[in-house]
């Protein structure tokens, strides 16, 4: 429990972290949490019954299939990390408003529900404060599919005599309007293209699973996707969430930063390519296997200068966890943020515990410095969490860290995986 108010007084969890270590030994990735956020509602597409397998145990999960069973899919959990969901018989398209506000990707019901029920209403979606997240271009590709979508009253409705396949351009390129784009055409009569689209590998993990389930998508991963629309998807299918590119970066960071030696297991290497390639640059050693990356660094790493882009570029998911690698870096870094307005709150969280970095909105200034030193600091976001764990783990003295709800949201037992490599890291509860 994040938080609760009992008699005026507010209990916060929060994570106690003892620095100085260097992490070594063997981690485990989970399954991507921003591919099953999209899985776990395109099934509402299909007439049958899924068994879906290496779903990360997350808040954002056990939220989404609250949801999913208020529309009517049966759900079962024969283990922690497996799930059956029976979606042959929905009994609504409207999802409880109250609880699609607390996460971003509750806007991928629009785009199954649309394409299943020809109508959907949810709340507009919440998620991490990283400036403003509009779904103009999700909007855009449901129109151009006969949709007719309003946003009224802090909730999204969108309605459909039929859909009918057609070509879309994005303006920008977006994970969520692609992949909503192709939930929407799925069923839709006759053929839709989306030009410009995302490549994550969640895109493609999403096309895989509903070509498993009988649609026909040809294309994910490029920039043009192929959707020619089938009459119903009824399948009973077995599927495996594909491994976390985001938790995987996020460790071989942490190794970079903490001079240690990690090898990630259970990831796809070349999901990471950008990353592999800037730990090169900063001084650090990789080594890839089929399925698991070495990495390990023996000095500070050297400056760098980074600029997220849109995949196969640097990922604005990784940004928080290599800034802290560049605030104990030899020399001045600079990190260009061209995916969201706001990503760089996590650094005056950084700055209580003795780094020197300017945030300059779209872009901060990271003045290397020799050593970090504890400090309480909040989560801004679940990377920025992240990030900060790393950053405990690297000071002088202890360091407290609250808002963990942010973290919860998207890192499986994430204390216990550190741990494991040698943290001294510990979960409380205490009155704030
Ligand atoms: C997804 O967010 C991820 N979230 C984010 O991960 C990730 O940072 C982001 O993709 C980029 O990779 C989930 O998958 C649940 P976008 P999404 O649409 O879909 C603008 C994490 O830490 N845009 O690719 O919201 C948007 O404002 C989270 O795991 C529009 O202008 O990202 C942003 O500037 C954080 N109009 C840019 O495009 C739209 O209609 C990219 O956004 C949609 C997006």
Same mark, same amino acid.
């Given at each position: ?190 053929? %839709?293209? =989306?030009? !410009? ?12 699973? /509903? +070509?498993? *389930? #009988? $649609? ?115 020399? %001045?870094? =600079?990190? !260009? ?12 969280? /950084? +700055?209580? *515990? #003795? $780094? ?77």
């Amino acid at each position: 429990m994040e938080f609760c108010k009992f008699m005026g007084v507010i209990i916060l969890d929060k994570l106690v972290i003892k620095g100085g270590t260097r992490l070594k030994g063997e981690v485990s990735i989970s399954g991507a949490k921003n591919a099953v956020l999209a899985l776990l509602p395109a099934t509402l597409l299909n007439e049958g019954v899924c068994t879906i397998n290496n779903i990360p145990n997350i808040s954002d999960v056990k939220i989404l299939c609250s949801i999913l069973q208020e529309l009517g899919a049966v759900i079962t959990w024969p283990t922690p990390n497996e799930i059956t969901i029976d979606t042959r018989h929905l009994i609504s398209h409207e999802a409880p408003l109250e609880m699609t506000s607390k996460f971003r990707a509750s806007y991928y019901l629009l785009g199954s529900l649309l394409g299943r029920c020809h109508a959907a209403t949810i709340g507009l979606p919440g998620g991490c404060n990283l400036g403003p997240r509009p779904i103009d271009q999700h909007i855009k590709g449901f129109e151009a599919l006969g949709a007719k979508v309003e946003v009224t009253q802090g909730k999204i409705v969108a309605k459909a005599k039929k859909l009918i396949g057609n070509p879309v351009y994005l303006d920008i390129v977006s994970v969520g309007a692609t992949i909503n784009i192709m939930l929407a055409s799925v069923l839709a009569e006759g053929t %839709t293209v =989306i030009d !410009n689209a995302a490549k994550e590998p969640h895109v493609v993990d999403v096309a895989n699973f /509903l +070509n498993t *389930m #009988g $649609a026909d998508i040809r294309g994910a991963g490029t920039d043009i996707i192929k959707i020619n629309g089938v009459k119903k998807l009824q399948s009973n299918v077995t599927y495996s969430v594909v491994p976390d590119q985001i938790e995987a970066g996020t460790f071989m960071l942490a190794a970079v930063a903490t001079r240690g030696d990690l090898v990630i297991k259970n990831c796809i290497p070349e999901h990471l390519d950008c990353l592999t390639a800037k730990i090169i640059e900063m001084g650090g050693n990789v080594e890839i296997e089929d399925d698991s990356i070495h990495v390990w660094m023996k000095d500070r790493p050297n400056k760098a200068i980074i600029k997220t882009q849109p995949y196969p570029g640097f990922p604005t998911d990784l940004q928080p966890q290599i800034g802290v690698c560049l605030a104990i870096s030899n020399g %001045t870094s =600079i990190i !260009n943020e061209s995916i969201f307005e706001s990503r760089f709150q996590y650094t005056a969280e /950084l +700055n209580k *515990m #003795g $780094a020197k970095i300017i945030d300059q909105g779209k872009s901060a200034i990271f003045e290397g410095v020799k050593e970090l030193y504890g400090s309480s600091v909040e989560a801004t976001d679940l990377r920025a969490g992240a990030a900060l764990i790393i950053a405990g783990i690297v000071a002088n003295g202890e360091t407290k860290l609250s808002n963990l709800n942010h973290i919860d949201r998207g890192y499986e037992n994430i204390e216990e995986k550190f741990r494991k490599i040698g943290a001294n890291i510990v979960r409380i509860t205490e009155e704030d």
